[in-house]
């Protein structure tokens, strides 16, 4: 499906070259799942960028071979050429969805626009069917008021789930997903992998996914890619590279995987001395019945209500630590 081959990208920078990739070569078979991990500045959002033919002015490519679904990349594409393979052959999550998605542009029309650039012809009421359609592909339960909002009206991860609807617009064989959760609470994060995980079982199209983190991607990928200043240190079957890492570099990463810990935790040293001082046996917080809404004004629609927290009471003792645990949105 896609073949890269002695891929090297050199960036220009006042003088100075930086060599972000370099001589990197792999290969992508339908349906298949490559995780690509690295250390941030090891060159992983580069490969992206080269793959999308979205690299800045100031890089230079050279490589020695690269195809995606027969026709070669890495030669002098027109912007043409370019845009007909990003229609229906490969498409991009992003890492961050604020940057992403328009602020001031409703989530329904922002993928009937994706709609429109990739099938010109289809009608306008065709297209916003067929966004609902996308959104429910990707999980969201309330299509209607998602369609409706503005990006900063729903969650992190419904937004994530946007940006992969917008990717799936054009029925790609492709996804590049470049550390597609990074910015979600750990249980956001796995639905969202979990979603992309179905998607390659449900349409056979083939993923790399981006991420810095060993454990997402020894658990949701084929094959493993390491990679450390441009340059591949390892890669091979993801269950081979996670027990019998074979490069030192890997071996750190794994070793620097985190582990959930069940130990109490010892209180916090360095509290105030007068916190202990004063310590008479009351409590040091308490919150009674705390019940927190916000209202958004929206000009035509009115406003919206969100209870935030709902009736939450606490007491916070002297010298204790606690761990307030929610996923995203739970106040
Ligand atoms: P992260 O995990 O932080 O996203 P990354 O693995 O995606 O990192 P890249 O963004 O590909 O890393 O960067 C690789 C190297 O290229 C880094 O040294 C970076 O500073 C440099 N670099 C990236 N983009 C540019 C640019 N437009 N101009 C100059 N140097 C750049
Ligand atoms: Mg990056």
């Known amino acids: 499906m896609l073949s890269v081959q002695g891929l090297s990208v050199t960036y220009l920078k006042g003088g100075t070259q930086i060599h972000a990739v370099d001589d990197v070569s792999f290969e992508l078979g339908r349906g298949e799942r490559l995780a690509i991990i690295g250390e941030s500045g090891s060159g992983k959002s580069t ?3 080269a793959l999308l033919g979205v690299l800045p002015n100031n890089a230079v490519l050279r490589a020695d071979g690269g195809e995606l679904d027969g026709v070669g990349i890495f030669g002098d594409l027109t912007e043409r050429q370019w845009n007909e393979l990003r229609r229906g052959r490969i498409a991009y999550v992003p890492q961050d969805p604020n940057v992403a998605l328009d602020p001031v542009v409703r989530i329904g ?5 994706a709609i429109r650039w990739n099938e010109p012809h289809v009608e306008t009421l065709a297209r916003a069917a067929r966004a609902a359609e996308l959104l429910d592909a990707v999980g969201i339960d309330d299509v209607d008021r998602v369609a409706r909002a503005y990006p900063h009206q729903v969650s992190g991860g419904q937004r994530q789930r ?7 617009v054009g029925d790609p064989e492709v996804i590049v997903a470049d550390e597609p959760t990074s910015g979600l609470d750990v249980a956001v994060q796995k639905r969202v992998l979990d979603l992309l995980d179905e998607i390659v079982e449900r349409s056979r199209v083939a993923i790399v996914l981006i991420t810095h983190d060993l454990a997402v991607a020894a ?4 094959r493993i890619l390491v990679l450390e200043g441009g340059r591949i240190v ?3 079957p993801s269950d081979e590279i996670v027990t019998a890492p074979e490069a030192a570099y890997t071996r750190r990463l794994l070793d620097s995987v985190p582990v959930l810990r069940t130990e109490k935790l010892a209180p916090t040293p360095g509290l105030p001395a007068a916190t202990v001082a004063r310590d008479d046996g009351s409590p040091l917080v308490v919150v009674d019945d705390l019940h927190k809404t916000y209202v958004t004004r929206d000009g035509r629609r009115g406003k919206t209500v969100t209870h935030a927290t709902r009736g939450v009471s606490l007491t916070i003792d002297r010298g204790t630590t606690y761990g307030l645990v929610g996923e995203s949105g739970s106040g």
């Not at 946007?162 to 799936?168: D, G, K, M």
């Not at 658990?219 to 084929?222: I, L, N, P």
């Open 219 to 222: 658990g949701r990928s084929d």
């Open 47 to 49: 490969i992206t960028q």
């Open 109 to 113: 029309a922002q993928i009937e626009e």
């Open 162 to 168: 946007v940006l992969i609807a917008i990717a799936l």
């Open 234 to 236: 390892e890669q091979g």
